[in-house]
């Protein structure tokens, strides 16, 4: 049975006085190729409802643990968030931005679950691991030991 996830994404990306506005939106794009791109005075909102492409380059580049961490780590009810680095972004790399914000500013996701719940949604996103390796929902997993 295949799961129907409902989820919007709000991408949110400074514009500096430094920076080119078609850069930071490739950044955005590069990341999250679904995203509505509004372009407002110093800044990129763009929202999706979907996070594919950005699962495979979590799966791709072998972070699955560190989303999860940083996903669980800025939950609140049926929200979570994340902040990614702009330079990694815009060469298609995902880079949690942790601590101090950088200098040109962060790209700053808000990810609203409606259905099923976030822990489902997460569990898609950037499934558990055992031994590096992701754990499918065929194997015997207790889900309280998924975080």
Known sequence: MTTIYRVEATITAPINDTEVGDRVADAVENL????ELDRRRGEIVATTHSLERFS?????QEILDTARSEFFRRQS???FSFSLKKQAAFQGVVNF???NESELGDI??????DEPDV???????????E??????????????DRR
Do not use: C, K, Q
């Open 97 to 99: 931005a942790v601590g």
């Open 131 to 144: 031994d590096g390796r992701p754990i499918t929902a065929t194997d015997d997993v207790d889900a309280g």
């Open 108 to 113: 700053d996701v808000e990810v609203r679950v």
């Open 32 to 35: 999250f190729p679904n995203a």
């Open 119 to 129: 822990e489902s949604y997460v569990d898609h996103v950037a499934p558990p691991t």
């Open 77 to 79: 009810g049926p929200y």
């Open 56 to 60: 495979e380059l979590l799966h791709r």
